[in-house]
């Protein structure tokens, strides 16, 4: 049984109804296009095993510890600079993950890089 996957408002719902808006329109840009694409991909590889190997999934301390739930990232890209991670936890109910941010991932993470991530909210 896998797992439903929501998006975290407003942020995270926003631009994933706005990139399926572009994409099934044809006005979407091409950078747009691939992340799309690639967030799509792992979306679905998430809601099947959140351990998928390629996803790479693995807690961030500094997200869990400002947040008070355990915050995860998955990779969406690989080996490139700015490689986009998405963020995500567990629920709100059984069987649910919530996607609540997507972002480069920090080129340092030393010296408070998550510091500088902001995430969207769960409800």
Known sequence: MGYAIRMGIPEMERLWSGLQQEYRSGSIKRQDEQIYKKWGKAL?????????????????????????????????????????????VYGPGKQEITVIGLEPHPEDKKNGAYDRIILSDIS
């Not at 500094?62 to 998405?86: C, D, F, H, I």
Request: proline letters at 9%; hydrophobic letters at 30%.
């Open 44 to 88: 679905k590889k998430l809601a099947e095993n959140p351990s998928y190997p390629s996803l790479h999934t693995h807690e961030i301390p500094p997200l869990t510890k400002r947040y008070g739930l355990r915050v995860w990232q998955s990779y969406l890209e690989n080996r490139t600079s700015g490689a986009m991670r998405m963020y995500w």
